[in-house]
């Protein structure tokens, strides 16, 4: 049986050890604000080149998927998403690490990643080429209403007043046309300041959002930073599987945007967490605590974020077309080995890729132990450093992190003038993450509107491009629902609270 | 400080400088930043230089990312870094020349010292394998049958992808939509898929997509040793020849002789018959342009992409 052979030549004490070292490398690498998940990858991909490539392979894909977990950290203990995929982790992450249970948060984080990663490996293993053609599907009207379906999210994700969620979301929108226009090549908004002629970019703006107002509150109040609910309980994975057991169709689904999304070129792990946030956010019986340290939201980011690693991978090994950011990276270093993806890779090379996946397989294994450990070290330091030291610690990290996304002082500066910006729009209410979430999806929409625009100018109707094709009707009917749900919620339950307060009157 | 002692300081600094370079080069790790994020061409070649450079040299090169601007953020600090040939910098074109047309982008392209070009992508006209289009003469005559439906996509506005198609429309007397996506993946992403007609895009573009694609025909003298079965433009009776050139710059107050051995050791590597094979695996395509002759070959580049920028109409007024 030559699966199992696969099997077996992924699981020698050499590729046992890449994963581990990649596991480890990844999650560090991965929970310091602003050090990427595709940095990771590309700064390890060096040391891959001497070793045979499904090895080399193995510690990418270790790296990766490590440093997709490990941006909950400082998600979760900071309010800073370590990675851009981590930014749904912070909404109910954060609120549990403030109230006490960071334990409890971070080894809940942990089996969610770990269940998520398992579910888009198995996905890559059985079902790829199938898959990958299904992504081949989108196109770039698919993207547009994709980008304003995502934009619809905004109603699910903000706190308080709906008004402020959707300015907040122009805002960021408008944020992101800054700069010399991918699609177009116009120059917009830079107010002749040559360092926004490249435009926001979106980690060191989501460093400054997320990370600026915490430091900023920090300083400002006397209280702990983080508070303990009594004495440290340790890892709490028993309360944690418990938890997950019994949100397992939250964790499912979950699971299943993170690979669908992760499978689409051009999204990535930032639009699977949210996306499956406000999935799980909508059907959650306990939807009210959501925003206030809810586990289920929680899972649901966690375990979106890391099944787009393998949902990633699948167009990028059976197309050569990358799926997310880091499978770029990965793309790049399997040209330098020599190996041709495409669909022969299957089955020309078909040693290679399935001894990589079965090591992906054990490496996402393998990051529960070594998740779990590092988590508890890191929970434990954070509360143990005092604010006089932790403050100017994170600062130093949030500006290292902002300027090693291009090596630019100029996003640097960026990131600390957004997150003023952010803090005092804060105190008006205006929350970071529709801002955020403009900033990520408005590129998308204008490039799809673009490219759909013209093609359909080519083809003769751009309303028939826009409003004909099948999967481009089923978003917009999903974006109908997502717009008009929660009205339909409402009506629903008025007639119900009336009955409820009818007696008492 | 008067003129006298400034020119003995300045002198004196000369003959340090010469005397630091006429040691072996180089004696400490070289810096090679890249103005482009990983993953992409320039990431490519360079980690394929990596190995060569280690192996002719036993330094090593540290290969950083300075993404922004379409390469615009690295090339207008450039003559700020040491010029003492231990920082070196991947160059583009037609980037370096376009831009600075276009905008203000902090930099001129005479301000660029390019000390050897050492390869680059041709273009070329890609379609899925299942496409009608057989063939470059079938691609024309169905554009000339029904003008601007034919659609191709490309990586970004104002790219060598999309001078190539404007170059190629004119010499072929056809209309054509050029549809701009962000970077090779998405365009590869859209060709596959056959949300366009095909892909203008590179050699290597077919190289990393395989058997999944047909190559139409390459912007080369002679054909690509690797892609026998595509022809090139200049068979077919166009004479398109181009792609996107690479090469590798150092700040312009660098010593010349310094210039020269960076320029030197690029043309050893680029000599080692190992590293063209795998250049050529990958869908590049080699060019040796020395330090001796990178002068007469900007400008030769200079005026070719300026004139086509006029027509574009991306001219900065």
């Known amino acids: 049986m030559p699966q199992l052979d696969f099997l077996i030549s992924a699981a020698t004490p050499f590729n046992l050890l890449l994963a581990v070292a990649g596991v480890v490398a990844g999650t560090v690498i991965g929970a310091l604000p602003g050090l990427t998940a595709t940095m990771a990858v590309a700064v390890l991909v060096p040391f891959t080149f001497g070793m045979p490539p499904a090895s080399g392979l193995i510690a990418l894909g270790a790296i990766y998927t490590g440093a997709i977990y490990g941006g909950a950290y400082s998600a979760i203990l900071l309010n800073t998403p370590g990675t851009p995929s981590a930014i749904a982790t912070t909404f109910e992450g954060y609120p549990m690490a403030k109230r006490g249970d960071g334990d409890l948060a971070i080894t809940l984080a942990c089996i969610a990643s770990v269940v998520g990663g398992l579910v888009g490996a198995l996905f890559l293993l059985l079902l790829a080429p199938p898959l990958a053609a299904v992504a081949l599907r989108f196109g770039p009207v698919e993207y547009f209403w994709l980008a304003i379906f995502g934009l619809t999210l905004i109603a699910s994700l903000s706190e308080g007043s709906l008004l402020k969620g959707a300015l907040g979301g122009c805002l960021g929108v408008i944020l992101s046309t800054i700069g010399t226009a991918e699609v177009g090549g116009d120059i917009r908004y830079t107010g002749d300041f040559k360092s926004l002629l490249g435009g926001i970019e979106v980690v060191p703006a989501l460093i400054g959002l997320y990370c600026v107002p915490v430091l900023i509150d920090m300083v400002a109040t006397a209280d702990p930073h983080l508070r303990l609910k009594e004495k440290l309980a340790g890892y709490r994975l028993g309360e944690a599987l418990r938890l997950a057991w019994g949100s397992k169709w939250n964790v499912a689904r979950s699971s299943l945007i993170g690979t669908v999304v992760g499978i689409l070129p051009g999204a990535g792990g930032s639009i699977a967490s949210l996306v499956s946030y406000a999935e799980a956010r909508r059907s959650s019986p306990r939807s009210a605590n959501f925003g206030h340290g809810e586990p289920d939201g929680l899972i649901a980011s966690e375990s979106a974020n890391n099944a787009t690693v393998g949902g990633g991978l699948i167009p990028t090994l059976v197309l050569g077309i990358p799926g997310t950011p880091p499978d770029a990276v990965i793309l790049g270093a399997l040209m330098v080995q020599g190996v041709r993806s495409g669909p022969a890779l299957f089955s020309v090379q078909s040693q290679i890729v399935y001894t990589f996946i079965y090591g992906l397989f054990i490496a996402t294994i393998l990051m529960l132990p070594i998740g779990l450990l590092i988590g508890r070290h890191a929970f434990r330091s954070l509360i143990a450093i005092p604010k006089a030291i932790l403050v100017p610690a994170v600062a130093f990290l949030t500006v290292i992190g902002a300027y090693a996304v291009q090596n630019s002082e100029n996003d640097v500066l960026q990131m600390v003038l957004l997150g003023i910006a952010g803090w005092g729009l804060s105190r008006f209410g205006f929350s970071a993450s529709p801002i955020v979430l403009g900033l990520i999806l408005g590129p998308i929409a204008e490039a799809g509107f673009v490219q759909g625009t013209l093609i359909g100018g080519a083809k003769g109707s751009v309303l028939a491009e826009f409003f004909t094709r099948p999967i481009s009707v089923a978003i917009i009917c999903l974006i109908v629902l997502s717009l008009f749900y929660p009205l339909v919620l409402q009506r629903k339950r008025l007639p119900a609270m009336r009955r409820q307060s009818g007696p008492a009157q | ?317």
């Open chain 2, 1 to 317: 400080m008067n003129r006298s002692t400034k020119l003995f300081f300045a002198a004196a600094a000369a003959v340090a400088l010469a005397g630091q370079a006429a040691a072996a080069y180089p004696e400490k790790t070289v810096n090679y930043i890249i103005a482009f994020g990983p993953g992409g061409e320039s990431d490519v070649s360079a980690r394929l230089q990596e190995p060569f450079f280690r192996k002719l040299t036993n330094q090593t090169v540290a290969i950083q990312y300075k993404a922004g601007a379409g390469g615009a953020a690295t090339w207008s600090q450039l003559n700020g870094m040491p010029a003492d040939g231990y920082t070196i910098v991947g160059t583009n074109l037609p980037h370096l020349i376009l831009q600075p047309l276009e905008k203000d982008v902090g930099y001129k392209t005479d301000d660029i010292d390019t000390v050897y070009w050492f390869h680059y992508t041709p273009d070329a006209i890609i379609v899925p394998v299942a496409s009608p289009l057989k063939t470059l003469k079938d691609l024309v005559e169905a554009a000339k049958k029904s003008p601007g439906t034919i659609t191709f996509s490309g990586s970004g506005t104002n790219s060598a992808n999309h001078l190539a198609q404007r170059r190629f429309d004119k010499m072929a007397g056809i209309k054509t939509t050029y549809v701009p996506f962000k970077g090779t993946g998405a365009s590869n992403t859209a060709l596959l898929g056959s949300q366009v007609t095909g892909s203008w895009g590179y050699t290597t573009v077919r190289m990393m997509l395989g058997e999944q694609v047909r190559c139409l025909a390459v912007a080369m003298e002679s054909r690509h040793p690797k892609i026998p079965d595509c022809p090139t433009f200049k068979e077919l009776g166009y004479d398109l020849v181009g792609g996107a050139y690479r090469g590798i710059a150092v700040p312009k107050s660098t010593p010349r002789q310094i210039k020269q051995q960076v320029s030197d050791l690029i043309g050893k590597i680029n000599k080692t018959p190992e590293f063209v094979a795998k250049m050529e695996a990958a869908g590049f395509a080699m060019l040796d342009i020395d330090l001796a002759r990178t002068a007469e070959f900007m400008a030769r580049k200079k005026s070719e992409y300026e004139a086509l920028a006029k027509e574009m109409g991306i001219v900065r007024k």
